[in-house]
């Protein structure tokens, strides 16, 4: 994977020779705004268990300096089990038992559709996917979330120091709202519908601050590596 370097080094070179190295500027990471909805909508009838599992996010980045970054994402995976059969072992089985009869799972940029108070948001897409043998599928996705718990908010602040490495500061601002959430899918002439009403709506807004010491160049504590 290709690796980002924010906030090269340099080392100063004065008149008189070469200085002690100099402070990179800090590394600043900044959630402007992630919303995100999720669904897991499991039904049953007979021996037939349908299984929907929805998630879809609006967010947007920024680097302290550098450009915002506007991104959608969608995903889905549904599943049809035979919970009455008795399948061996391997990709054909359920986790949790009996014999998967067709699955198929997608993701696109499609963006969430949500309004700033987490009331109701949605989305509508066709996803390109897989189904459980590899073939190339479509998936037609509707989904939409309408919030009925209170609006939950929490936020956090956190400070460490890296003895002899460098320092890092972070602030979280979360909202959360429980919803319930009506989905439909169709793939392969398949169609399945159903809701989830422990479905959730949440938005962070965050900030990440790296400041490495003079002469330090590896100093990732953000992510675990260079955002």
């Given at each position: 994977?290709?690796?980002?370097?924010?906030?090269?080094?340099?080392?100063?070179?004065?008149?008189?020779?070469?200085?002690?190295?100099?402070?990179?500027?800090?590394?600043?990471?900044?959630?402007?705004?992630?919303?995100?909805?999720?669904?897991?909508?499991?039904?049953?009838?007979?021996?037939?268990?349908?299984?929907?599992?929805?998630?879809?996010?609006?967010?947007?980045?920024?680097?302290?300096?550098?450009?915002?970054?506007?991104?959608?994402?969608?995903?889905?995976?549904?599943?049809?089990?035979?919970?009455?059969?008795?399948?061996?072992?391997?990709?054909?089985?359920?986790?949790?038992?009996?014999?998967?009869?067709?699955?198929?799972?997608?993701?696109?940029?499609?963006?969430?559709?949500?309004?700033?108070?987490?009331?109701?948001?949605?989305?509508?897409?066709?996803?390109?996917?897989?189904?459980?043998?590899?073939?190339?599928?479509?998936?037609?996705?509707?989904?939409?979330?309408?919030?009925?718990?209170?609006?939950?908010?929490?936020?956090?602040?956190?400070?460490?120091?890296?003895?002899?490495?460098?320092?890092?500061?972070?602030?979280?601002?979360?909202?959360?709202?429980?919803?319930?959430?009506?989905?439909?899918?169709?793939?392969n002439g398949l169609t399945a519908a159903?809701?989830?009403?422990?479905?959730?709506?949440?938005?962070?807004?965050?900030?990440?601050?790296?400041?490495?010491?003079?002469?330090?160049?590896?100093?990732?504590?953000?992510?675990?590596?260079?955002?």
């Amino acid at each position: 994977m290709k690796r980002l370097v924010l906030g090269v080094c340099t080392v100063a070179l004065l008149s008189l020779g070469s200085g002690p190295a100099a402070a990179a500027p800090p590394n600043i990471y900044h959630t402007i705004s992630s919303t995100h909805g999720s669904a897991a909508v499991v039904a049953t009838a007979g021996c037939e268990r349908t299984e929907i599992f929805v998630s879809s996010s609006l967010a947007m980045y920024a680097g302290q300096p550098g450009p915002v970054n506007k991104q959608g994402l969608t995903g889905v995976l549904v599943r049809i089990t035979d919970i009455c059969a008795v399948a061996p072992g391997g990709i054909g089985t359920a986790a949790g038992g009996g014999a998967v009869l067709f699955q198929a799972d997608g993701q696109n940029m499609a963006p969430l559709v949500v309004d700033p108070r987490l009331t109701s948001a949605s989305v509508a897409t066709q996803l390109p996917g897989t189904d459980g043998d590899g073939n190339p599928v479509t998936i037609s996705l509707a989904a939409s979330w309408t919030g009925t718990g209170p609006l939950e908010h929490d936020t956090g602040h956190d400070h460490q120091n890296f003895p002899g490495v460098g320092n890092v500061n972070s602030t979280g601002n979360n909202l959360r709202r429980t919803a319930t959430a009506t989905v439909s899918v169709a793939v392969n002439g398949l169609t399945a519908a159903g809701t989830d009403t422990e479905a959730s709506l949440t938005q962070v807004k965050s900030r990440c601050i790296e400041i490495a010491r003079p002469g330090v160049e590896e100093f990732f504590p953000c992510f675990g590596f260079p955002g």
